[in-house]
């Protein structure tokens, strides 16, 4: 089984919107002749033991963090899924804790945040997410007016599983590896006529 890699959909989309904005200022003619209609991606193979699926979690700024708990405790009794039980750890500026998803809608704990990051986000337009790699990058977000989520990452075994049964991924599910290793991993390619 193969698995496209090399920042995913993120670095496909940034090529993309590259190459339309090129298309907009050089005409669509001569864009389809244009070396940046291509796109660079790396295939390997999923089993690879180098291959490694790391979280990336969650912070929510511009918060009071009691209401943000709050109502996560109360959306996370709302749940009525046949997934299996989850449990997330929160972390605010004076406290951490952990709430269950005793019957999670989604198949991955990351799916079942998102859910209620997402619906959080829109009645509350002043707060934003970030995602995050690493656990002490979370904690070191973590302000009176923010609260960091940390998780159980998704395994290779699961991948499937979770498209059959929710569809597409989360954004931002898993890293490739870890974000110490990323901060070397920069790939450019200077595109000319």
Known sequence: LL????????????AKTIYEELKATIGEKEA????ARYALIEVVNIHDEALKF??????????????????LKAYASTLSGA????SVEYITSSTS?????????????????QDFIDGFLKKHPEAEVDYIHGEDSVKSLVSPTSVGFIFSG??????????????????????????????YY????KITK
């Open 83 to 86: 997934a299996e039980a989850q």
């Open 186 to 189: 920069l790939e450019c390619r």
């Open 97 to 113: 804790g952990k709430i269950d998803f005793a019957h999670p809608d989604k198949q991955l704990t990351v799916g079942t945040l």
């Open 154 to 183: 998704m395994s290779k075994s699961e991948l499937f599983k979770t498209v059959i049964y929710d569809g597409a991924l989360p954004r931002k599910t898993f890293s490739m590896g870890h974000a110490e290793d990323k901060r």
């Open 32 to 35: 389809s002749e244009h070396p």
């Open 3 to 14: 698995f496209a890699v090399g920042d995913g959909n993120h670095s496909l989309a940034t």
């Open 54 to 71: 790391e979280p990336i979690y969650r912070v929510v700024f511009g918060v009071d963090s009691d209401d943000l708990l709050s109502e």
